[in-house]
C-alpha cells in the first residue's frame, strides 16, 4: 500500500514536473518568435526620421524586439549581429531614447 501511494507521489511529481518544463520552453519559443526582424518596415515608423537624424543607420541592420500599444524597441545590430544602438519610443507621447549600448543615452525627447 505504501509503495503504491509513493509511486503515485513520484508520477505525480514528475508529471507536474514534465508540464512545467514544456510551458516554459513553449513560451521561450513565443519570446523567439516575438523578435522579428525589421527590415523595410520601419521606414514608416514616426520615430525613423529622429533616429537617423542622431545615428547613422547605413550598415545597420534593425530588429524590432517589442512593438506594442505603448511602446516599441528597435535594436540596431552591425554586420556581425551584436547590437549597437537601441531606441525605446513611447507611442502616447512620442517621446525617444536613443542608446549607443557603449557610449550610453544620445538623445531623450519628443519626436517632434
Do not use: C, W
Request: aromatic letters at 6%.
Amino acid at each position: 500500500m505504501k509503495k503504491t501511494v509513493m509511486t503515485i507521489a513520484l508520477s505525480s511529481a514528475l508529471i507536474a514536473g514534465a508540464g512545467i518544463g514544456a510551458t516554459s520552453m513553449f513560451q521561450t519559443d513565443e519570446a523567439a518568435a516575438a523578435v522579428k526582424t525589421a527590415g523595410d518596415a520601419i521606414s514608416q515608423y514616426p520615430e525613423i526620421n529622429k533616429i537617423e537624424s542622431i545615428i547613422d543607420t547605413n550598415g545597420l541592420t534593425p530588429e524590432i524586439v517589442v512593438d506594442n500599444y505603448g511602446k516599441r524597441i528597435l535594436l540596431f545590430m552591425d554586420t556581425s549581429g551584436q547590437p549597437i544602438y537601441k531606441t525605446i519610443f513611447i507611442k502616447r507621447t512620442n517621446m525617444l531614447k536613443v542608446i549607443d549600448l557603449d557610449g550610453g543615452q544620445l538623445y531623450h525627447g519628443s519626436i517632434r
